[in-house]
């Protein structure tokens, strides 16, 4: 089993920062993908970004050039540093590890951005 505890969301006015956090406990060894997801209200879940065992880092077009995610393997650590936000970056994020083909979240963080 992995549990994934996030921190860091809030309230932030447009064109400032955040960063997330998610911390990994339990059997971390094996994990071998990291990811962000959001959810915002009436919206499906999506990808935000990931980062696989091989380094390899995977945005969604939105967050390009905005956000950057950086993860330890040893510590189990996950972050996501969110620059010029926007109000439609709004939404509840969700860390995510990928173990064998088993995907485990966290409970998520709220992020809102206010215009």
């Known amino acids: 089993q992995v549990q994934l505890v996030e921190s860091g969301g809030g309230l932030v006015q447009a064109g400032g920062s955040l960063r997330l956090s998610c911390a990994a406990s339990?059997?971390?060894?094996?994990?071998?993908?990291m990811g962000w997801y959001r959810q915002a209200p009436g919206k499906q879940r999506e990808l935000v970004a990931v980062n696989t065992n091989d380094g390899t880092t995977t945005y969604v077009d939105s967050v390009k050039g905005r956000f950057t995610i950086s993860r330890d393997n040893a510590k189990g650590t996950l972050s996501l540093q969110m620059n010029s936000l926007k109000p439609e970056d709004t939404a509840v994020y969700f860390c995510h590890a990928n173990k064998r083909n088993i995907a485990y979240w966290g409970q998520g963080t709220q992020v809102t951005v206010s215009s």
């Open positions: 339990g059997f971390i060894s094996g994990i071998n993908a």
